[in-house]
């Protein structure tokens, strides 16, 4: 099954829109195993240090921290503003794991969800209806493929 992407740019707030508003459109969430990548983020007021150890636990992790989809949840609402992340979830558990290729992890993993410096989300799925149904959530979208970072620029 071929994974579809697409970028996010809308702002809210004065920054791009929050990953508690990009869960609350993924649907049945618990048939995947999940995992943190990667965690870059700035927190709110009194959830500094929790975030910060969390941060840490991620980053150093060799393969990624697993998570639950309640606790990256609750997580995304300590988080004030969003830098660099990366979340991964697959229905096979042996495919979570850090990847050395963005093309291979868009393509195995059933969703990838990503924050690009602070800017826009790019969300990768093989669930295409979900893609679809983003794409008529937000407003400043570009769709994606996974190998849209090997194209060259015409």
């Given at each position: 099954m071929k994974s579809k992407g697409i970028r996010?740019?809308?702002?809210?707030?004065?920054?791009?829109v929050p990953l508690s508003n990009l869960l609350e459109t993924i649907q049945d969430e618990k048939q995947f195993f999940w995992a943190w990548l990667w965690l870059d983020v700035t927190p709110l007021k009194n959830e500094g240090q929790y975030v910060i150890?969390?941060?840490?636990?991620?980053?150093?992790?060799?393969?990624?921290l697993t998570a639950t989809f309640e606790s990256i949840s609750e997580t995304s609402?300590?988080?004030f503003?969003?830098?660099?992340?990366?979340?991964?979830?697959c229905k096979t558990k042996e495919n979570i794991h850090r990847y050395k290729?963005?093309?291979?992890?868009?393509?195995?993993c059933d969703i990838v969800i990503e924050?690009?410096?602070?800017?826009?989300?790019?969300?990768?799925?093989k669930n295409g209806a979900w893609i679809n149904q983003l794409a008529e959530k937000f407003q400043n979208i570009e769709?994606?493929?996974s190998d849209f970072q090997n194209k060259k620029p015409v």
């Open positions: 996010i740019s809308d702002i809210k707030n004065g920054k791009c150890e969390l941060q840490k636990k991620i980053n150093q992790s060799k393969g990624g609402k300590k988080i503003q969003e830098i660099d992340l990366t979340i991964i979830a290729e963005d093309k291979e992890m868009y393509e195995t924050m690009i410096d602070g800017g826009f989300w790019e969300i990768f799925s769709f994606l493929t």
